[in-house]
């Protein structure tokens, strides 16, 4: 991957709805996302003593949000290869998304620009941070993994979001957002769920 390149790729408009898995004590704050600024994901390299960027993560459909919150297991192209976690009792909800400057990578033409593919953006980022010391210094198999550094230069040009492959459901997509670079008036991300007063709430960011 070369992320020297990320300044030529295309950026599209957003206009659809995505998906997130929560909590139900956590419904109205189901798109915060001022808690990743120290949490390292796949696409931030974040901790608590080098925080980074605020990161939102949607998906395309309601099954690969459950999959990607860890509440389904197994593969859902398989006949009865999915289980529930009984340990993760979440529900689903439809975000509404209007989004400038994104940058799709699961386009073959985009992702060529910057020499990634399906495999690199999906595939072992936690073990980067976590091999052998003596594989640190200049090695391609430790340190800040591939998508992090791709993600650090999205963020360092100014795009807004990404489109990419899910790493749990890889026929799936998954959409990163960040939310510090929204501009009201121009980008929103907006859901409503009722509350347990049975009142309908409406939450939209920024």
Request: aromatic share 8%; with cysteine; hydrophobic share 40%.
């Amino acid at each position: 991957m070369d992320v020297c390149h990320c300044h030529a790729l295309k950026r599209v408009h957003v206009a659809s709805t995505w998906h997130r898995a929560v909590q139900t004590p956590y419904l109205g704050t189901a798109i915060s996302a001022s808690h990743t600024t120290s949490i390292t994901t796949r696409f931030s390299p974040a901790t608590t003593k080098t925080p980074g960027y605020e990161i939102l993560y949607l998906t395309e459909n309601p099954m690969v949000a459950l999959f990607e919150a860890q509440a389904l297991f197994g593969s859902p192209t398989k006949p009865g290869g999915v289980i529930a976690n009984p340990a993760r009792p979440l529900v689903t909800l439809p975000i509404s998304v209007t989004l400038s400057d994104v940058v799709d990578l699961t386009d073959g033409a985009q992702s060529a620009l910057i020499g990634t593919n399906a495999q690199e953006l999906t595939g072992d980022w936690q073990a980067f941070g976590t091999r052998p010391i003596s594989l640190a210094a200049g090695s391609p198999h430790a340190g800040v993994a591939p998508t992090q550094q791709l993600a650090v230069e999205l963020f360092r040009i100014g795009a807004k979001g990404f489109i990419t492959f899910s790493a749990k459901v890889p026929e799936y997509k998954v959409l990163g957002i960040f939310t510090q670079h929204l501009v009201l008036g121009t980008d929103k991300v907006e859901y409503s769920f009722h509350d347990m007063h049975g009142a309908l709430q409406a939450v939209t960011i920024p």
